[in-house]
């Protein structure tokens, strides 16, 4: 049975987010929890919730007494506070006492943990986070880096793409999946001096379908499956188009109640957008998993509620039982035998 640990302390609406939704995850999925943190917080909450002792519910406790707070600096929190809950859930992945690892914590945090504690995958020097986005067509682009580097070099895009493009052929299941660099124009020479060198190395990637430069609106065409961009510009993306999605919600709920014949026609056509509702809401993925560190490790929104935890151990466990990090490894190792590549990067 697959474990997931899962950082019981890290979310703003932490432990009740996280006790709900790994209970849920445990009931739904069959999935066995660790949930780790402060057990004089977690234990009123999970009695409340009927449980007992460890293993009840598929849910047991493993103690860290300190926390990582979203405002503390990624560097000073991973070399003072040794015994967090971000420490010890990415410990147990590594020693092998769990599958995957969930947090909803500073992701800055997790990041810098996970290349401490796990390590990279060969050839990664930065790992990315990777969002699926929903798109015109039904089948969703995937979009790194979402918030994982503020900062990159050329070369981080190159195997943020490489990356990308593994984990598409091996979850998303596409056999050569396109390849876009998110810039100001679709043209060459546009772009900043990032993109611009980016561009000429990922253009030498021959295992790659790279078709140029993409812009905001091609995210959600369809048009093209791998979207790579540096986490500052990637996590403003993501966070304007969850924005964006709530409030077409709202606006397309406004309006069907503004008269009685929307009332009415809104009742007929409850079930599609309610389908629509559900393909828009960030809480049905749950979590990004985080791309190219030695372990399966899944970042969620800080403020995320137990459904988006429950949704983010699921993903947690299937990319467990996908053996998708052994894929995304040897697409790695394929792309990158091209060695010239990145040493003409750096």
Known sequence: MVRIAVDAMGGDHAPHAEIDGALAAAR???VRIALVGQPE???????????RAQGDAGIELIEAPEVVRMDEP?????????????RVG????????????????????AMATAMM??????????????AQIPTKTGRPTLLLDVGANSDCKPVHLVQFAIMGDAYARAVLGIERPTVGLVSIGEEEVKGNELTKEAFALLRGVEQ??????VEGRDVFTGNVDVIVTDGFTGNVMLKLSEGLSDVMVALIRRELSASVIA???????RPAFRNIKRRLDYTETGGAPLLGVRGVVMITHGSSNARALRNAIRNARDFVLNETNEKIERGIAAAMLDRGVARRAL
């Open 41 to 51: 917080k977690l234990e009123p909450e999970l009695r409340r919730c009927g449980w």
């Open 117 to 130: 504690v796990l390590g990279t995958l060969p050839e990664v020097d930065r790992p990315a986070l990777a």
């Open 90 to 109: 990415m410990k147990l992945v590594a020693d092998g006492k769990a599958d995957g690892f969930v947090t909803a914590g500073n992701t800055g945090a």
């Open 28 to 30: 739904d999925f069959g």
């Open 263 to 269: 009332r009415t026609g809104a009742m007929l056509a």
């Open 208 to 213: 790659l379908n790279f078709v140029g430069n």
């Open 74 to 86: 990624a560097a000073v929190a991973v070399r003072r506070k040794k015994r967090s809950s971000l």
